[in-house]
């Protein structure tokens, strides 16, 4: 009767707790589905995406690129992205801008260039790189990604270029 007890409360607690925290990675529990999930060529340099998106809700909204491991490849790819006693990896340069397409030439939302290195993230599945992060407003937006250099290190390697809402984020 208390272990039932305990375990009821324990569940009801873990779900108020952890909802906040994962709505905006997993789009759960009604949650903010990513904004922008898009396939690219993170090898070549230059422009590897230039593409436009709406955002549904006012909220801080991180910028990632997420490598994605095929069945047995995270082993492989382990010490290729998050690297080996220095955990940096192969660092991947990258320019990311993002702008509003009504707003006066110039006028950026986000403009940096980022030397991305090691995981800020990883699971079996993928390996995440935090390019930045920004509040964004409800409206259309224009994000261009391009890669300061061609990194062969990087060829099949699948690979997303997400906007979703920032972990521990209380959106209005």
Not at 27 to 37: C, F, H, R
Not at 60 to 79: C, G, P, S, V
Not at 97 to 109: M, N
Not at 159 to 165: A, C, P
Request: charged letters at 25%; glycine letters at 8%; one cysteine or more.
């Amino acid at each position: 009767m208390l272990t039932r007890r305990f375990f009821s409360v324990f569940i009801t607690l873990s779900a108020i707790c952890v909802k906040p925290a994962m709505a905006g990675w997993l789009g759960i529990w009604g949650g903010i589905s990513p904004p922008l999930v898009e396939k690219f060529d993170s090898s070549h340099q230059g422009v590897a995406l230039d593409i436009e998106f709406t955002v549904k809700k006012k909220c801080a909204y991180t910028f990632n690129i997420d490598f994605l491991h095929r069945d047995k490849q995270w082993n492989e790819l382990k010490d290729l992205l998050r690297g080996g006693e220095a955990k940096k990896g192969i660092i991947l340069p990258v320019h990311l801008t993002i702008e509003k397409p009504d707003s006066k030439e110039g006028e950026y939302v986000f403009d940096e260039v980022v030397e991305t290195c090691g995981a800020t993230a990883h699971s079996s599945s993928s390996t995440e790189r935090t390019v930045g992060h920004s509040n964004l407003d409800p409206g259309k937006y224009r994000a261009i990604l391009k890669m300061s250099q061609y990194t062969p290190e990087l060829s099949g390697i699948e690979t997303n270029f997400v906007i979703r809402v920032r972990p521990k984020t209380n959106c209005p």
